[in-house]
């Protein structure tokens, strides 16, 4: 059965994924260039070093109303996905 592209498109739409999916580029490039300029991208591929691998994790998920006002991170894939709209936890140091 082939797929119905049409549809596809008007549910994305629906769901206002397109927006979402631009706030995540805005952070990625913001912590990219961030790295750039200080040097941060040692290989020359256009990726911040430290981002390398890892996902940039929104302090409020965008699919909970989030921005990139309220601030993102750099966070190992697992951790970020694993956190299930959760806030992160702050870690103490005693």
Known sequence: ??????QEYRTQK????H?????????RRELDKKAR???????NNGVADARE????SH???LSKGGT???????ASRSKNRSRNG??????RTT
């Open 1 to 6: 059965m082939s797929r119905n592209w049409k």
């Open 14 to 17: 629906a769901r206002n994924e």
């Open 19 to 27: 927006k979402d999916r631009m706030e995540r580029q805005r952070a």
């Open 37 to 43: 300029d200080n040097g941060g991208d040692d290989n």
């Open 53 to 56: 691998g890892k996902d940039v």
């Open 59 to 61: 302090n409020k998920m």
């Open 68 to 74: 990139n006002k309220d601030g993102f991170t750099i």
């Open 86 to 91: 959760q806030k992160p936890k702050k870690t």
